[in-house]
């Protein structure tokens, strides 16, 4: 993990390393031990919860996992580095402070490290290591997953949270793991008495989301769409057969190829053009290879 006293000397190792001859891997980083306060900035930013396990990807000499089991002590750990000797300091260390059964060191790849167990993750890596990571990150890890990493970002990839305190202390920036929401998902609601086929078309850049609906041969914009995690919110406004127009608020949680929540929506009265009613009702939503958003529509747009 480098510190920003280490920066111009391990950039000059960097560029070093890169015109000698090529290895199995060509991007790494050497340890420098960190920071003690951005690891507890680094700590801190994370939330821990009970039961949380963390993994640091480039554990070093384990100070960050030891000090996110020093903030709870229902938190377990894992870490993982390249260095062999570093691993078998840090599990050794991890018995004389008495955590042994509550952490691991592993002698290993980061790219060959299990995500999809942990709750957090840590880093503090060369940039551009950080950044070959992300793609294993987004696509292994479980989404809410905690992403924490001190003094440089994930590129494109926009942080959720920034501990930023200026005077020369380096940023430290949380990121959630999105769930996978981009493509077709269909669910089928009875509003207003009358059941209606819902046809949507999402699309994803990391934690950002927006969408297309179609119900009938009606088509409109999902709305306030926000991805968390997990959690799915959007609204619909449209006129609905049977019904008229309406507002609809979904909320919902993202499990692989379904979505379940409810839908809080406001409906006029039946003979009261100016009254409406407030319901609320469970929804169930399937992911689709073929959404009907994109089936024939024809004239007639009623």
Known sequence: MPSRRSFLAIAASAAALRAGSAAAQERFSPFVGSNL???????????????????????????IVFAALQSRPDVRGIGVD???????????????????????FLHQNAFDADLTKVDVIFMWLFPELMRLLRPKILAQARPGTRVVAATWDLGSW????????????????????????????????TIGG??????AVFEQRMQHAEGVVRVGNRREIL?????????????????????????????????????????????????????MDDISLPWRARRVASPG????????LN
């Open 37 to 63: 306060d951005n690891v507890r900035r680094m700590v801190e930013l994370a939330a821990l919860r009970a039961g949380d396990t963390v993994i640091d990807l480039g554990s070093g000499d384990g100070r």
């Open 82 to 104: 390249i260095n062999a000797e570093l691993v078998q300091k840090s599990n050794a260390a991890a018995l004389e402070r008495g955590v042994a059964d509550r952490v691991r």
């Open 158 to 189: 926009p942080p959720d949270m920034i501990d930023d305190p200026g005077g020369g202390a380096s940023p430290v920036r949380r990121w959630v793991v999105p769930a996978r929401v981009e493509g077709g998902w269909q669910w089928d609601a």
């Open 194 to 199: 009358v059941s209606h086929r819902f046809s």
């Open 223 to 275: 709305q306030h769409v926000i991805l968390r995690g997990d959690a799915l919110q959007f609204g619909i406004r449209m006129t609905l057969r049977g019904v008229g127009y309406i507002g609809m608020s979904l909320t919902g949680r993202v499990r692989g190829d379904t979505i379940e929540g409810m839908i809080h929506a406001q409906v006029p009265r039946p003979g009261d053009d100016e009254a």
């Open 293 to 300: 958003f994109f089936g024939v529509t024809g004239t007639d």
